[in-house]
C-alpha cells in the first residue's frame, strides 16, 4: 500500500493507525506549497487530497472516515475498531464522525476566517462563532473523558486517532481547554501514546498560523 500524507493537511490520524497497528505502508510525503509529488498524488487521486491510501489492487481510499475504518479491519488483533458483529463498533464509528464533521469542520472555518472576509471585525465575530461552537460540541467529550481512559472505554481507537488530530488545532484556536479540564486531561493521554508520537515524528509538526 502506498499513503500519500502532508504536513498541510489531515493526514495525521492515518498515520497514527499505521503506527498503532503496525501496518507496513509506503509513506509518500506531498506539498502543494513545495511542489513535492503533487503531480504523483493526482496520478491516483485527481482531486490531490491527502490523506490518500492507495491498495495493492491499485484502488483508492480517500476521506478519513473511510481510511480509518480499513485500516482498523486490516489489522483486527490491534483492537482499533471492534469486529461488525460487536455493538461497541458502532459507538467508535459515531465518534469518529463527530470527529469528522462536528468538530473539523468549524475548526477548518475558524483558521480559514481571513479567507471568508477582510473585514477584521467580521474576522472576529466569526472566530467567537465558530469558537463558541467548538466548545459546545466539546462538552461531549468532557463528560465522558472523566470516566474512562478513551472515548469509548479504556481501549484506544480509530476515533481517538482522529480526536487527537481535531483536539490538537482546537486547543490552538481556543487558547487551550482550561475550562474543559477533563479534555485537557484526555488531550494529554492521547498526546503521551507512542503511536501519536511516532506519528508526529514521521509528519513533522507545522507551526500553528493562529494570530488571534
Same mark, same amino acid.
Given at each position: 500500500m502506498k499513503y500519500f500524507y502532508s504536513t498541510e493537511s489531515s493526514s495525521v490520524p492515518?498515520? !497514527?493507525?499505521?503506527?498503532?497497528?503496525? !501496518?507496513?505502508? /509506503?509513506? !509518500? /510525503?506531498?506539498?502543494?506549497s513545495r511542489n513535492v509529488n503533487i503531480d504523483l498524488l493526482e496520478s491516483f487521486n485527481p482531486l490531490s487530497q491527502v490523506g490518500t491510501l492507495v491498495l495493492d489492487d491499485g484502488s483508492v481510499l480517500i476521506q478519513n472516515l473511510a481510511i480509518l475504518t #480499513?485500516?482498523?479491519?486490516?489489522?483486527?488483533?490491534?483492537?482499533?475498531?471492534?469486529?461488525?458483529?460487536?455493538?461497541? *463498533?458502532?459507538?467508535?464509528?459515531?465518534?469518529?464522525? #463527530?470527529?469528522?464533521?462536528?468538530?473539523?469542520?468549524?475548526?477548518?472555518?475558524?483558521?480559514?476566517r481571513k479567507e471568508l472576509t477582510s473585514s477584521e471585525a467580521a474576522q472576529a465575530e466569526l472566530l467567537t462563532f465558530? *469558537?463558541?461552537?467548538?466548545? *459546545?460540541?466539546?462538552?461531549r467529550i468532557e463528560r465522558v473523558a472523566g470516566t474512562s481512559r478513551y472515548v469509548t472505554g479504556d481501549t484506544f481507537?480509530?476515533?481517538?486517532?482522529?480526536? #487527537?488530530?481535531?483536539?490538537?488545532? !482546537?486547543?490552538?484556536l481556543l487558547g487551550g481547554f482550561d475550562e474543559l479540564p477533563m479534555t485537557a486531561g484526555y488531550f494529554e493521554r492521547l498526546s503521551d501514546r507512542p503511536s501519536v508520537q511516532r506519528a508526529i515524528a514521521i509528519k513533522g509538526d507545522r507551526r500553528l498560523r493562529e494570530d488571534a
Open positions: 492515518g498515520l !497514527i493507525a499505521m503506527e498503532e497497528a503496525q !501496518i507496513d505502508c /509506503e509513506l !509518500i /510525503e506531498t506539498s502543494k #480499513y485500516l482498523a479491519d486490516l489489522a483486527p488483533a490491534s483492537k482499533l475498531l471492534p469486529p461488525p458483529d460487536e455493538r461497541s *463498533r458502532y459507538d467508535v464509528l459515531s465518534w469518529l464522525a #463527530y470527529s469528522v464533521t462536528d468538530l473539523q469542520k468549524p475548526l477548518g472555518m475558524g483558521f480559514r465558530f *469558537r463558541n461552537t467548538l466548545e *459546545r460540541f466539546l462538552m481507537t480509530i476515533a481517538d486517532c482522529h480526536l #487527537y488530530f481535531t483536539l490538537k488545532y !482546537i486547543k490552538a
